[in-house]
């Protein structure tokens, strides 16, 4: 049983075996449902189902992140010893800050690939103006915020965090400032972040 555990725990200690059994017991998943319906059509509905698995996925990963910065680390890096500070600062805050901003691009780029794949993309971009369809009003509310959010992540957040976390050779001056910079946008996008999932909630599930 001792063996047992320890294998488990050896075996869990990788990221990347973990990552993989999780991918794997997915395709399992996906043969099971697809015998038990006696196989899928692959259509444009089957590559919409993706596109929203995936979607889905970067998604989490994206807001998953965003919350930590703000209801995690910010609110508790002054709570750390100051010898313990770089260890935040520059390995796991930059780590973060990868997969956080990668996760907001390809959350927008499966959204768009959604919305085009069930023919709602220009309607949805447009506010459905013109077609005045509730449902796609809704979701465009959501995308934009989405676009706005993903916008603030890569040309305002990111560009100062390089300078705050010392990424890139500046004053002190300029550093501090490009650190309000980052928590006001980081804040800014947290507050869009609940409409955002409001309006996709309830395009779907509301009209």
């Known amino acids: 049983?001792?063996?047992?555990?320890?294998?488990?725990?050896?075996?869990?200690?990788?990221l990347s075996k973990t990552v993989h059994t999780s991918?794997?017991?997915?395709?399992?998943?996906?043969?099971?449902?697809f015998y038990l319906n006696s196989g899928f059509s692959f259509d444009k509905s089957f590559w919409s189902g993706i596109a929203k698995y995936t979607h889905a996925l970067v998604a989490i990963m994206w807001i998953g992140l965003l919350w930590y910065f703000n209801f995690v680390q910010i609110p508790?890096?002054?709570?750390?010893?100051?010898?313990?500070?770089?260890?935040?600062?520059?390995?796991?805050?930059?780590?973060?800050?990868?997969y956080f901003r990668w996760a907001?691009?390809?959350?927008?780029?499966?959204?768009?690939?959604?919305?085009?794949?069930?023919?709602?993309l220009q309607d949805a971009l447009t506010l459905s103006i013109s077609s005045k369809i509730p449902k796609h009003t809704a979701?465009?509310?959501?995308?934009?915020?989405?676009?706005?959010?993903?916008?603030?992540?890569?040309?305002i957040i990111w560009p100062n965090q390089k300078k705050a976390l010392g990424l890139i050779n500046c004053e002190l001056e300029i550093k501090s400032r490009s650190a309000?910079?980052?928590?006001?946008?980081?804040?800014?996008?947290?507050?869009?972040?609940?409409?955002?999932?409001?309006s996709i909630i309830a395009a779907q599930n509301l009209y």
């Open 180 to 198: 309000k910079v980052v928590l006001i946008f980081s804040r800014i996008n947290t507050v869009l972040s609940l409409p955002m999932i409001f």
């Open 104 to 120: 907001a691009v390809l959350t927008i780029l499966s959204g768009l690939i959604v919305a085009n794949l069930n023919g709602y």
């Open 76 to 98: 508790n890096i002054e709570k750390i010893p100051d010898e313990h500070k770089p260890a935040i600062i520059k390995i796991i805050t930059p780590a973060a800050l990868f």
């Open 139 to 155: 979701i465009g509310i959501g995308m934009w915020l989405g676009i706005i959010m993903a916008f603030n992540v890569w040309f």
């Open 23 to 33: 991918l794997a017991l997915t395709i399992l998943l996906f043969l099971f449902l």
């Open 1 to 14: 049983m001792k063996n047992f555990q320890t294998n488990i725990f050896n075996f869990l200690s990788s």
